[in-house]
């Protein structure tokens, strides 16, 4: 033993029972067990806390009370500890701006990629943007009104923290008297006191004059001066309350439209600064606006017959609306040639998209003539478009009435923005392209960032492997290139291959967001670290697991300890140590029953993994198969995500498997499309499901339950009996005890939630929190109650010696023995049993639970309830987090589903 192996001394915490354990430095270590055995309770709430508590402990005591304290593990004694980081199941965020390139950073290096070296298009011609002279500058000003006063700024803080004083000292100091500072034009001599957090516009006021052929050669002095201060951009301001600032550069211009840009910056390609984001969607993608296709549920109408559901037909939408429509439509048919009446009278599925996008989004500054016929002689007059979704989303968003925005929000729904295309950048930033000369992209070599981002991994790899760049470029990327191709390459190794970069962390599996965090790491490059992964290989097919492996070994080979918490038995074979713990769950399990190597875990009797992994001991695969009788149900043309347009076919009273390697679209098909798609069928659900033509044979079915493994309750006051609605039942029996009913107690009384029976002193936590400043918080007994949770009037109330406080201490098999001739709650109980948690306590709070317990729990409460036989189960990887042992019982008691005549379908 090395002196600096971890050692464990007297592990306590949860379920463990005076664990001694030591964990060799540098290896790959993996634990093992059935779920409940204690396998987490060692590696994340011992150890893990232990190594970050110690880390936090070594601040000082002022940085301490910003971090939160971490509570010290019940534990005699570790040694040898290194700092730990943990990798655990978590979700990535619910936060839709966070992305797998954000998450990596790779999005971070692309920014600067091409803000350095990308080639810039003109957004609205699609020519390259090239360099303007003074020259051109000058006269493309001059072509303003004649006598128009204007002021000449140069920008020089764009966006940018900071206080600013010596500037205004400096420029003072230069000869300028004015600068324009956040919209607002002030005098240098005494400058606004700026605040230091936020972000402020500089611009600094050159030159005022007024536009004429004598000024030339002043504006031209005005021009060079602002190109120089403003490192080659400027900006006019015309005088006039909606007079608009027009910003010219010499070196970012597109001279057929004369359009200048400013300079692109990192900050112009990322979709969470107000720089780079699509001011409609804010920088999302997505915006909940008007649907167009929910404004128009029947395209077959022309749009005076009513084909706008909000609007109406002509009849309807009145006399004033029907002549600003007409003057839209006749003003747009001179432009384009169009004949008179295509607009309003050609049925609204002919329509060409420019039409439609016409009425819907509006017209934008173009000048429409409309003409009201309401006296003697026509009355002429013009005026812009604002277009029928804008106006709508203004009286929803004024609107007061709630009725009116409900009737409002029918046609509503999250949709693509349209003025990105779901790109969430600006303009400029999607119209700056690289060229990769790799054969993949011959077809269009030149992609834009937002492109690059909807690649996969593997693809986006190929992209970067070969860019064209000049000699100067080439230099500059080389730093950014390097470190995108790193971090590319690291999400391969983790077998993530498949992801696009702009995929949203929600959407991530629990597999995924691990995996992604876990590439992160490697692209960190620490050396010394205890690494602690909870079931790396999760949702993770064969075919990637030994990447997966080696990314691992690699993460050992640089010199940290890899502790990993698995059931998965290749990642078994290549660890260096196994700890196995055992042998049952719960208060039956807790002890470690075999270490060593794989051969000494095989070949210890007690331990159930070394039976399972000796083959003493296997999951057997069921001798006959069961008939395909008659009933299916069909989904026909899925194209949700990257499904083809698939027909497929699930025979009904069976137990279904679908499977596939990673991001083949199995979740696709079963969870957005079917699962969201029955949900709304049969539950009623407001839901709505992926890209599919139609779904056949749902009336053989009368609801969907889909299982997964998030938590049963986040709070400690959740526990197993109260989520399966057994507590109810054994309340109502405490209700019936005669002292009760003397004493006229309901079974409210029974309950630690509610004021009336629970201790009042703890609320019937049981235990209260002690804030200690800057030490961590601790959780005491309760000294009113000593932890029961209920005061004494309530506990004088037993049932066969025992008072409801008592009945929560003990574990399911215990209850079924003091409840066996109570049949309702005896039932119940034996639920939680035949899925393999009768070592469970009644009253264990939820937080504590594990994955796999918790979606058990779920399975035994869908057991309760009566089974119909025409019921359709949808489990989402049900196997994750469960040892050979556990997927023994959760596969008989899916058969027990289907032997009364219901369908399970596992996407495994």
């Known amino acids: 033993m090395q002196a600096s192996d971890i050692k464990i001394q007297g592990a306590r915490e949860h379920n463990l029972q005076e664990v001694d354990v030591v964990l060799p430095r540098n290896q790959l270590i993996c634990l093992t067990g059935v779920s409940g055995s204690g396998k987490s309770s060692l590696a994340f709430d011992t150890l893990f806390a232990e190594g970050q508590r110690r880390y936090v402990e070594s601040l000082s005591s002022f940085a301490r009370q910003f971090l939160g304290q971490m509570p010290k593990p019940d534990v005699d004694h570790i040694s040898g500890l290194s700092p730990s ?116 516009d500089i611009e600094v006021v050159v030159d005022r004059l007024k536009i004429s052929e004598k000024a030339r050669p002043r504006l031209g002095e005005a021009v060079e001066q602002a190109l120089k201060l403003g490192e080659g951009s400027l900006i006019v301001v015309p005088a006039g309350e909606k007079a608009k600032d027009k910003v010219y550069s010499s070196d970012y211009a597109c001279t057929d439209c004369q359009v200048s840009f400013p300079a692109p910056t990192p900050q112009l390609f990322s979709f969470n600064s107000p720089q780079g984001m699509c001011p409609s969607c804010n920088g999302l993608g997505k915006m909940f606006s008007f649907d167009p296709e929910l404004l128009v549920p029947n395209p077959d109408k022309t749009f005076m017959d009513g084909a706008v559901e909000v609007i109406g037909n002509q009849k309807k939408m009145g006399r004033w609306r029907r002549h600003i429509y007409r003057g839209v439509a006749s003003t747009l048919a001179r432009k384009h040639d169009w004949d008179e009446s295509y607009m309003l009278d050609t049925p609204w599925k002919d329509l060409c998209q420019e039409a439609k996008d016409a009425l819907l989004w509006g017209t934008g500054d173009l000048h429409i003539t409309y003409t009201w016929r309401g006296g003697r002689s026509p009355l002429k007059y013009g005026g812009t478009y604002d277009g029928i979704i804008p106006e709508h989303k203004e009286k929803y968003a004024s609107s007061r009435s709630k009725p009116h925005q409900r009737k409002l929000e029918r046609y509503m729904n999250t949709i693509h923005c349209p003025q990105c295309d779901g790109q969430r950048l600006v303009d400029q930033a999607r119209y700056m392209r690289l060229h990769s000369r790799h054969e993949r992209f011959t077809q269009q070599p030149e992609l834009s960032l937002p492109e690059v981002c909807q690649l996969s991994v593997n693809q986006a790899v190929e992209f970067f492997s070969d860019l064209q760049l000049d000699k100067n470029s080439t230099l500059v990327a080389e730093d950014a290139l390097k470190e995108i191709r790193a ?60 990447r997966l492996i080696n990314t691992l070994l690699n993460l050992r080979d640089v010199g940290n300890t890899v502790v990993v918490v698995e059931h998965d038995e290749d990642t078994m074979h290549a660890a260096d140590y196994i700890v196995d713990f055992g042998p049952g769950a719960g208060i039956e399990g807790g002890e470690i029953v075999a270490r060593g190597k794989l051969d000494d875990i095989c070949q210890q009797a007690r331990s159930v993994t070394g039976q399972f992994l000796s083959g003493t001991r296997e999951i057997e695969t069921p001798e006959q198969r069961r008939p395909q009788a008659g009933k299916t149900l069909k989904i026909v043309g899925a194209r949700h995500n990257n499904l083809k347009g698939i027909d497929v076919e699930f025979p009904l009273a069976n137990f279904i498997c679908v499977t596939g390697v990673s991001g083949s679209g199995k979740s696709s098909l079963i969870n957005d499309i079917l699962a969201d798609g029955l949900r709304r069928e049969l539950n009623g659900a407001e839901s709505i499901p992926g890209v599919h033509m139609e779904m056949l044979g749902t009336e053989h079915l009368d609801k969907l339950i889909a299982i997964d493994q998030s938590p049963i309750g986040r709070t400690p006051r959740s526990n197993p009996v109260t989520y399966i609605k057994v507590f109810d039942d054994i309340r109502k029996l405490f209700v019936q005890m005669p002292d009760a009913k003397r004493r006229g107690y309901k079974a409210g009384r029974f309950s630690f939630n509610v004021k009336g029976g629970r201790c009042e002193a703890c609320e019937g936590n049981g235990k209260n929190k002690l804030e200690m400043d ?20 309530t506990l004088q109330i037993q049932f066969k010696d025992h008072s409801i406080s008592d009945v929560l201490e003990l574990d399911v098999r215990q209850a079924m023995e003091l409840f066996e001739n109570i049949p309702k709650i005896y039932d119940k109980l034996k639920t939680l049993s035949d899925v393999g948690l009768d070592y469970l306590k009644l009253g264990q709070a939820s937080p504590t639970l594990s994955g796999g317990e918790a979606q058990r729990i779920k399975l035994a409460r869908e057991l309760v309830r009566k089974s119909t036989g025409q019921t359709i189960y949808v489990l989402d990887e049900p196997t994750t987090g469960l040892h050979f042992a556990d997927i023994e019982l959760l596969l008989k008691v899916l058969h027990g589903f289907v032997e009364r005549g219901n369908t399970v379908i596992v996407v495994e």
């Open 85 to 200: 980081i943990s990798i655990s199941q978590k979700t990535a965020g619910r936060n839709p701006r966070s992305t797998v390139g954000t998450i990596t950073e790779v999005y971070d290096f692309l920014r600067v990629l091409y803000a350095r070296v990308a080639k810039g298009y003109c957004p609205y011609c699609e020519k390259p943007i090239t360099a303007q002279t003074r020259e051109q500058i000058i006269s493309h000003i001059l072509q303003l009104d004649d006598g128009t006063p204007i002021s000449v700024l140069a920008p020089v803080i764009r966006g940018q923290k900071g206080e600013y004083r010596d500037l205004f000292d400096d420029l003072l100091k230069q000869g300028f008297i004015r600068a324009r500072v956040d919209g607002q034009v002030c005098d240098l001599t005494n400058p606004p006191m700026l605040q230091r957090n936020f972000r402020h």
């Open 487 to 546: 971090r590319l390459g690291f999400l391969l190794n983790v077998g993530l291959g498949y992801l696009t970069l702009d995929r949203t962390a929600p959407t991530l599996s629990g597999g995924e967001a691990q995996r992604i965090r876990l590439a992160a790491q490697i692209g960190s490059g620490l050396v010394g670290v205890t690494y602690i992964l909870d079931e790396p290989s999760i949702g993770l097919h064969a075919r990637d697991n030994d």
């Open 774 to 793: 800057f030490l961590a918080d601790i959780w005491v007994q309760c000294p009113v109650c000593a932890g029961k949770r209920f005061n004494r009037e």
